[in-house]
């Protein structure tokens, strides 16, 4: 992604590399201390750069990592894209795996307890 972002204009030396990193989270955690270390306290503007279909959730794991930072996303061909997307919706799903199953709890247990309450009324218990 550093090639393509200097092949669209940002100079090399404006580009950070962090080569460590196995994982999208751990990118953005490695890549922290490759900031910090570079500027030492001073302020900084970040880019980084990913799949455009891989934006947003990496873009939830810098904020995780504590960068401030914006993405831009490189283009996806198009025969790809439907798997791609799936992908980063299950891969969102599981990270908040505990909020979904909440959420689905709550529905179900509404559900339940709307169905007992009408055949209640209808057999007028």
Same mark, same amino acid.
């Given at each position: 992604? =550093? ?5 669209? #204009? ?16 751990? @990118? ?12 030492? #306290? =001073?302020?900084?503007?970040?880019? /980084? ?23 831009? #996303? ?8 439907? @798997? ?11 990270? @908040? ?20 309450? #009408? ?5 007028? /218990?």
């Amino acid at each position: 992604m =550093r090639d393509y972002a200097v092949a669209h #204009g940002i100079p090399e030396s404006d580009t950070l590399l962090e080569d460590q990193s196995k994982t999208t989270l751990e @990118n953005m955690r490695f890549s922290r201390k490759v900031i910090d270390s570079r500027q030492q #306290g =001073r302020p900084y503007q970040a880019m /980084f750069c990913t799949n455009n279909y891989h934006l947003l959730r990496a873009g939830v794991f810098a904020r995780m990592a504590g960068i401030d930072a914006n993405g831009i #996303g490189a283009k996806t061909r198009l025969y790809f894209l439907p @798997n791609a997307t799936i992908r980063e919706y299950i891969a969102f799903m599981v990270m @908040n795996k505990r909020r979904h199953i909440i959420v689905m709890g709550l529905a179900l247990a509404y559900t339940i307890i709307t169905l007992i309450l #009408g055949a209640m009324h209808i057999l007028k /218990f």
